[in-house]
């Protein structure tokens, strides 16, 4: 891809490097991002000479989540729906129109990455905040450096978290209360103990490390890794995840209309600065 892409896409065989790269503005992700990953995943997946991925963000944050205020916001745009079958929202108004885009980008996205058959890294440094969590939640291994941290402060909006709602099964439920109910940070360590994070290792060692553990895992056969990370995945299942994404999700956009009915707007009335501040 090209050197200014949204999205930059390295391929070292056996290893497949995906970067988020919006620096400038901290890797948040509009849509241009989220289907650009997408495309990146896929070609990971097509590529026989390829059988781990690692997922990162360029600069000093792995992401600070959705784009809900940069210059090239661009949720209102139309874009070639790939990851469900819900109508274009670009026409569209109300909860009709949120519904629809987020059903594709951020639930829909997110569910398929998860089940992409080759293992996923998440290398993350920096902030990792609420669409960021959701990014490195679908990856089947997490590498941070100690200076990381973990938040998700949608509460703040009146929301109950974000779309792809995992918190109760990557960390235990009553951290996970405590995560929500505070959207204070959680230090990289904290969710190291936690079991959140597989590794924790110093900023200036965080790439390396990773594409250690990474040429591990692809020592593995392709066909045992895909085998394995299904049977770990269909276990989770087993235990909520699925049905436990939908239900939140309908609960999250119970929270848009509310906003939309109650305050200046679905966010609640929160803009990126409102949030910084807070």
Not at 66 to 89: K, M, N, S, V
Not at 132 to 144: F, K
């Amino acid at each position: 891809m090209a050197p200014d892409a949204t999205v930059l896409y390295e391929r070292r065989a056996p290893l497949a490097r995906i970067t988020m790269n919006r620096p400038e503005y901290r890797n948040a992700q509009n849509s241009a991002m989220t289907y650009a990953l997408d495309r990146a995943f896929y070609r990971a997946a097509d590529d026989d000479e390829v059988k781990v991925i690692v997922l990162a963000g360029a600069g000093e944050h792995f992401s600070a989540g959705h784009d809900i205020g940069t210059p090239r916001r661009d949720a209102h745009l139309p874009f070639e729906r790939r990851a469900g079958l819900w109508w274009d929202h670009s026409d569209k108004e109300g909860a009709e129109q949120r519904f629809a885009r987020e059903s594709e980008v951020y639930l829909g996205m997110c569910r398929r990455w998860r089940e992409l058959p080759k293992p996923v890294l998440a290398s993350v440094q920096g902030a990792c905040v609420a669409g960021g969590l959701m990014l490195a939640w679908v990856c089947d291994l997490i590498v941070a450096s100690e200076d990381a941290f973990f938040a998700d402060p949608v509460v703040r909006m009146g929301i109950p978290g974000v779309e792809y709602f995992a918190h109760p099964w990557v960390m235990p439920p009553r951290v996970a209360k405590e995560f929500l109910y505070t959207g204070d940070r959680m230090s990289a360590r904290r969710a190291y103990e936690v079991g959140m994070v597989n590794h924790l290792v110093p900023r200036t060692e965080l790439a390396a490390a990773t594409d250690t553990l990474a040429g591990r895992v692809a020592r593995m056969p392709r066909m045992g890794l895909a085998l394995a990370k299904r049977a770990v995945n269909q276990a989770e299942d087993l235990q909520g995840l699925h049905a436990g994404l939908d239900s939140v999700f309908g609960l999250h956009h119970l929270a848009h209309a509310h906003n939309a009915e109650t305050s200046a707007d679905p966010l609640g009335g929160m803009d990126v600065r409102a949030m910084k501040d807070a």
